[in-house]
Every structure is written in C-alpha cells, then in structure tokens.
C-alpha cells in the first residue's frame, strides 16, 4: 500500500533540499556582534516599541487615576469594616 502525496510519512520531493544548498552558518544573526552593539540594538528597539505606544490625553489619564483612587479608598474601606467584624467577633468566640 503506498502512502498519499504529502502525507506525514512521506515527504514531498520540493520540500527536500541537497545538502550541497544548505547555509552552514554557526550562532544566527547575533554571533558575530559584541555584548555593547547588542546592548545599543536592545535600548534602540525598547525606543521604538515606546514610538508605537498611545498615550493617554490628560484628561483621560485624570479620569483613570480619580477612577483607581476611588477604587483604593472603597477596598480599603471593605477590609476595615470586614478587619473590624473580625476583630470583635474573635473577642466574642475567645473572650
């Protein structure tokens, strides 16, 4: 029984390669630069993606944070009140 054409078994004829065509290359793109030029390429791409980023109006950032403010000062409140039951229910149980 023979296999189907571009089955998992039996690879396609163009998808084989000599190795006579085969690029020997050792360590990839990044073998031959030193430690600072990766360094420069590193801080330059941080720059770049930065570029792309959409900052906030100011008066969307002055909604987000009176957003979060008053988030934090609601938490805040919940674990008081809940920290206070706790507490006298703990004197009640152990006196």
């Known amino acids: 029984m023979t296999d189907a054409v571009g089955s998992i078994d039996t690879p396609d004829a163009q ?38 980023v959409v900052w906030p109006t100011r008066n969307q950032l002055t909604s987000y944070t009176t957003v979060v403010i008053f988030f934090v000062a609601i938490m805040i409140a919940l674990v008081t009140v809940i920290d206070y039951g706790l507490n006298h229910a703990a004197k009640y149980v152990f006196g």
């Open 15 to 52: 998808d084989q390669v000599p190795e006579s065509k085969k690029k020997n290359r050792k360590g990839g793109k990044r073998a031959k630069k030193g430690p600072l030029k990766r360094l420069a390429i590193f801080y330059r791409q941080i720059v770049a993606e930065l570029r792309k």
